[in-house]
C-alpha cells in the first residue's frame, strides 16, 4: 500500500485549494493532519500539513496577485491555448492565463496584441474575468508550439484530403485535441451522444514529445 501513501497530502491540496476557490472555510481541514497523528502516522501528518499550507499560501498569494491587476483595454500576451472562438492568453501581470472571445483564435504559442473589454466570468477561480474582443498576431509561435501547429495543420490536411466530410472534425480532435474543424452542431451531437470525451480527453494528455513523435510519423 506504500503507493498510496501520498493519497491524504493530494486530497488535502485539492480540498484546501477548492475551500478557498469558493470562499468556504478550511478550518475544518486542519483535522485531518491531527486525525493522522490520532492514527499514529507522524509523517503522513507533517506531509499533509506542509502541503496544505503551501497549497493554501500559493492560493492566496495568486489571488491577491489577481485582485491587483488592472485589466487594459491593449496588452501584449501569448497564447496558451486555442479553441474555436476563444483563446487563453498570458498577459504581464497576471497569475493565471485568461480567456478571451474572439473571432479568428491564433494558434497556440503565437504572441499577440489584446484589444478586449473585460468582465467577471462567473466562475469560480483565480482569476474570475473574461475578456471579448480582438487578437493581433504579433509574431507566429516559436519553438514547440511552432511544431505543434505544424503538426495540427499537417494532420487537418491529411484529414481533409483522405477522409469523408461526415468524419474530418472527430479524427484532430482525438489526436491532438484540434476540434477546429467541428462544426457547433457536430459538438452538440457529441455531448448528446455522451461521446465528446473522444476530444476533450485524448486531445489534452498529448505532451510535446507525443506532438513531436506524431509530427515526425504524419510529416
Known sequence: ???????????????????????????????????????????????TGVLGTGAAFLV???????????????AVGRVVASGTGHVRVALPGHPTPLTVFTGDAPPTGARVLVEAGWSGSGRAGVGGLVGNGDLTVLRDPQGMSRVA???????????????????????????????????????????????????????????????SKTGLRVL
Open 1 to 47: 500500500m506504500s503507493e498510496l501513501r501520498l493519497v491524504p497530502g493530494a486530497l488535502v491540496v485539492w480540498a484546501v485549494t477548492l475551500a478557498l476557490l469558493l470562499d468556504v472555510p478550511v478550518v475544518p481541514l486542519l483535522l485531518v493532519p491531527l486525525a493522522l497523528l490520532w492514527f499514529r502516522q507522524p509523517g503522513q501528518a507533517v506531509l
Open 60 to 74: 492566496w498569494w495568486r489571488r491577491r496577485l489577481a485582485a491587483g491587476w488592472s485589466a487594459p483595454e491593449e
Open 149 to 211: 501547429a505544424t503538426v495540427r495543420g499537417a494532420l487537418r490536411a491529411a484529414v481533409d484530403a483522405t477522409v469523408g466530410e461526415s468524419s474530418r472534425g472527430l479524427i484532430p480532435g482525438m489526436v491532438l485535441g484540434d476540434v477546429g474543424a467541428q462544426s457547433e452542431a457536430e459538438k452538440q451531437l457529441y455531448i448528446d451522444t455522451g461521446l465528446s470525451h473522444l476530444s476533450a480527453v485524448s486531445g489534452v494528455n498529448v505532451d510535446s514529445k507525443g506532438v
